[in-house]
C-alpha cells in the first residue's frame, strides 16, 4: 500500500490562496505521504506548461509520486460536434498527464441528477459512453497510462454501472478509481460495494462520511441528500459511520498494494482534517 493524497481534500487551502499546489506536495511529503493525485481544482494545468514543469520538479525533488491525474468530463452532449470537441479536449489532458510522468488517469463520462439518472436512461447513454472511453483508453495507451472512471456523480455512481462500463470498454488499460465513500450517494453498502469493484481498481480513495436516515429531520448546510433521500456529510476519515475497518481488510485481503488517496470533503480546516485522515488510514491499515 502506497499512502498519500489527492490535493482535492486540501481545495479549501488552495481556493483560498492559503496553498499553491506545490505547497501540497510540500505538505503531502511533510506528512509521511509517498504520492499525490493531481485533481485541477484551485489552480489549472492546460494553460499553464510552466506549472507542469514545476510539478514535476518540486514532485521530484521532495521523492513524491505523481500517481494520478484526474480531470472532469461529459461524453453526453447535446451535439454530434460538442462530443467530439469533448474527446480531443480530454485527449489533451491525457498530454498534460503524460507530461506529469502519471500513469493514471482518471476521467468522467457525465453526470446527472438522481431524479435523472435511472437504468433505462443508463442502458441508453451506454454505448455512448463506452466509445468515448475506448477512444480514450486507446489513445492513452501509446503513454502506457491507464484510463479509469470514478463512481460518483449519481448517474455513474453504482458498482454495478462502474462495472458495466468497464467491461464493455474492454480495454486492458482502462479501469475504476475505487472512492470508498462515494457508494452512499446512491445508498449502496460500502463493504458489498468495494467488494463488488477492488478488482477492477487501478486507484483508490478512502473517503469516509456521515450518515443519518431519511427519517431524520434535515440537518442542513454541509449535507447532501442521497437517492432514496438519506442524508450524508463528508467526514474525517475515520470520524465517519462507514465501517473503514472492514472496508480496509476488504482492500487488503484482495492483494490490491497500490496507491491509495486520503480524500477529504468535509466542513472541517482542510489542512487539519487531512493529517488526521492520513493518520488514521495508516493505523487502520497496519492493525488490520
Known amino acids: 500500500m502506497k499512502l498519500g493524497m489527492s490535493s482535492y481534500s486540501l481545495v479549501g487551502a488552495l481556493n483560498s490562496g492559503d496553498m499553491s499546489i506545490l505547497d501540497v506536495i510540500d505538505w ?132 454495478e454501472r462502474i462495472q458495466r462500463i468497464i467491461h464493455e470498454v474492454d480495454r486492458p488499460n482502462f479501469k475504476t478509481t475505487l472512492d470508498t465513500g462515494n457508494f452512499l450517494c446512491v445508498d449502496e453498502d460500502p463493504i458489498a460495494a468495494v467488494k463488488q469493484n477492488i478488482h477492477e481498481a487501478s486507484m483508490i480513495h478512502i473517503k469516509d462520511f456521515y450518515y443519518r436516515p431519511s427519517s431524520w429531520y434535515n440537518p442542513g448546510a454541509g449535507w447532501l441528500v442521497t437517492t432514496a433521500g438519506n442524508y450524508i456529510r463528508g467526514a474525517i476519515t ?20 497500490g496507491y491509495i488517496s486520503i480524500e477529504f470533503e468535509g466542513l472541517e480546516p482542510c489542512q487539519k482534517a487531512a493529517q488526521l485522515s492520513m493518520e488514521n488510514v495508516r493505523k487502520i491499515w497496519e492493525s488490520v
Request: glycine share 6%; charged share 30%; with cysteine.
Open 28 to 159: 503531502t511529503a511533510d506528512h509521511g505521504g509517498e504520492h499525490v493525485e493531481l485533481v485541477p481544482m484551485g489552480y489549472t494545468l492546460t494553460d499553464n506548461p510552466d506549472l507542469v514543469k514545476a510539478i514535476v520538479q518540486k514532485a521530484q525533488a521532495k521523492n513524491i509520486v505523481i500517481s494520478n491525474y484526474a480531470i472532469g468530463a461529459d461524453f453526453l452532449p447535446d451535439t454530434e460536434e460538442a462530443f467530439e470537441q469533448e474527446i480531443e479536449r480530454v485527449k489533451k489532458e491525457v498530454d498534460i498527464a503524460n507530461q506529469l510522468g502519471a500513469k493514471r488517469m482518471r476521467h468522467d463520462v457525465s453526470f446527472k441528477p438522481s431524479d435523472q439518472a435511472s437504468y433505462r436512461q443508463f442502458e441508453k447513454d451506454l454505448p455512448r459512453l463506452v466509445e468515448a472511453c475506448q477512444r480514450i483508453a486507446d489513445y492513452a495507451k501509446q503513454y502506457d497510462i491507464v484510463t479509469s472512471i470514478e463512481n460518483h456523480g449519481f448517474y455513474i455512481q453504482a458498482s
Open 238 to 257: 475515520g470520524h465517519g459511520d462507514i465501517d473503514l475497518r472492514e472496508v480496509i481488510k476488504v482492500i487488503k485481503a484482495s492483494g490490491y498494494d
